[in-house]
């Protein structure tokens, strides 16, 4: 279990640091690489909009191959991916962050499905750990962007690149994993020659229960937040006489509140019968977080950022345990998991490209930060309502779902 809570912890790493990595340089890349608004727009929304389409193959995927394997794969298109956009910037900082994208995407899926098959007595901690290094991936990323900037004279094939060496580490710690494959049971099963039992080659259809549309809008709401605040938190910030380094270390921060909340709430949605106790707070901690940042005087961003993160990655962890904690079995949180982020992060591209395209159109933030306070209301709504001790009928269809 070392090498499988290691690899988790790996894996997890390298989740959000190739996202977060970019917009503290957003006006910096524009500059270099002559990009417009509306193409910083796109290329702020490409990962959620990427998470979306891939979300809804993968666990399809995971199915045919294994889980193991697969996420072995995604880490090499990671790399790939980050190292393509730096090769080339001018021609491939799109298709490369498409690719390294879809790579995420994949294992944002797979990783819930393989910890409730690999460990369930212990899911929220894996959980945790997995949260707690995504969230210290996203905090290097942000943070580390501008001073690489500086040090390297403005590198931009750095800038875009320097990501793909943990993604090739991490590849390589999960590389004993890869002979583990999906048995349909809590247990690792060695590979065989033998085909994967019916219940994990089939898909729940999930999108015929309420409970599953509550848990993927609150998916979905919070993506669209994280995302959104992301994507165009460091720009606000620059715009009210922040610097460069002052906005990349702003959000930084605000990955440090992820990180206080990481290993906590997990644990305790696991151990308590509902959890409404921890999406009201949670939910009202973004609020706060998100209102300071940007309309509290700007000496005190330091505090409303870190509250910020920290609703941020508890209502994150949550929507985790709950396409775990709302499936009766592994394959049925697979497919809950692939449903909830596929829709979800469809849903959460809106965030960055609604944002951006709001404030090109009104030269204010005010009108973009107004709708995401009113989907903040939304995501409440869902999250009480998916956090109640409820889960999917056990079933298992005749037919397959592919792609």
């Known amino acids: 279990m070392v090498l499988l809570v290691a690899g988790v912890a790996f894996v997890g790493y390298n989740l959000r640091g190739a996202i977060t990595s ?19 727009s796109v290329l702020a929304a490409m990962p959620t909009a990427c998470f979306g389409v891939v979300s809804s ?9 294994g889980e193991e394997r697969v ?8 790399t790939a991916g980050l190292l393509l956009r730096a090769a080339a910037p001018g021609a491939l900082l799109l298709p490369g962050t498409i690719g390294a994208s879809s790579a995420i995407a994949v294992m944002n899926v797979l990783l819930s499905s393989l910890i409730k098959r690999r460990w369930p007595q212990r899911a929220g901690l894996l959980v ?7 969230s210290l991936g996203a905090i290097v990323g942000s943070l580390g962007a501008v001073p690489l900037w500086d040090a390297s004279g403005g590198s931009v094939p750095l800038a875009l690149g320097w990501l793909a060496a943990p993604a090739a580490l991490a590849a390589v710690v999960w590389l004993p994993q890869s002979r583990y494959r999906t048995g349909g049971s809590a247990s690792p099963v060695p590979a065989d020659p033998g085909r994967p039992s019916p ?31 992301l994507s165009w938190l460091p720009t606000i910030v620059r715009d009210r006489g922040a610097s460069a380094g002052d906005a990349g270390n702003l959000l930084a921060l605000m990955g440090a509140g992820n990180l206080l909340v990481s290993l906590i709430v997990p644990v305790l949605a696991q151990r308590m019968r509902s959890s409404v106790a921890l999406v009201v707070p949670a939910t009202a901690a973004l ?3 998100l209102a300071g940042a940007v309309y509290a005087p700007l000496g005190s961003a330091p505090l409303w950022v870190l509250i910020l993160g920290m609703g ?24 809950l998991s692939a449903f909830a982020q596929s829709v979800g992060y469809l849903l959460a591209s809106c965030g960055p490209l609604g944002v951006g395209l709001l404030h090109s159109a009104t030269g204010n933030w005010n009108p973009p930060v107004a709708v995401l306070f009113g989907l903040q209301a939304v995501m409440l709504v869902a999250g009480v ?8 009928p056990d079933e298992v269809p005749v037919t397959k779902h592919g792609p």
Request: glycine residues 6%; proline residues 6%.
């Open 312 to 335: 941020q990655n508890a209502t994150l962890s949550l929507a985790i345990f709950f396409t775990m904690a709302r499936a009766p079995h592994p394959a049925a949180a697979a497919s």
């Open 199 to 229: 219940r994990a080659r089939t898909a729940l259809p999930v999108y015929k229960h309420a409970l599953a549309w509550q848990v993927t809008v609150f998916m979905g709401t919070q993506s669209l937040l994280y995302y959104a605040a």
């Open 128 to 134: 945790g750990a997995y949260i707690t290094a995504l």
């Open 385 to 392: 309502l998916a956090a109640r001790p409820r889960v999917l």
């Open 57 to 65: 193959f993968a666990a399809w995927f995971g199915r045919r191959f």
């Open 287 to 289: 609020a706060a977080g």
């Open 22 to 40: 970019l917009p503290p340089l957003f006006p910096e890349l524009a500059g270099r690489l002559h990009l417009s608004a509306a193409t910083l």
């Open 71 to 78: 996420l072995l794969g995604a880490l090499v298109i990671l």
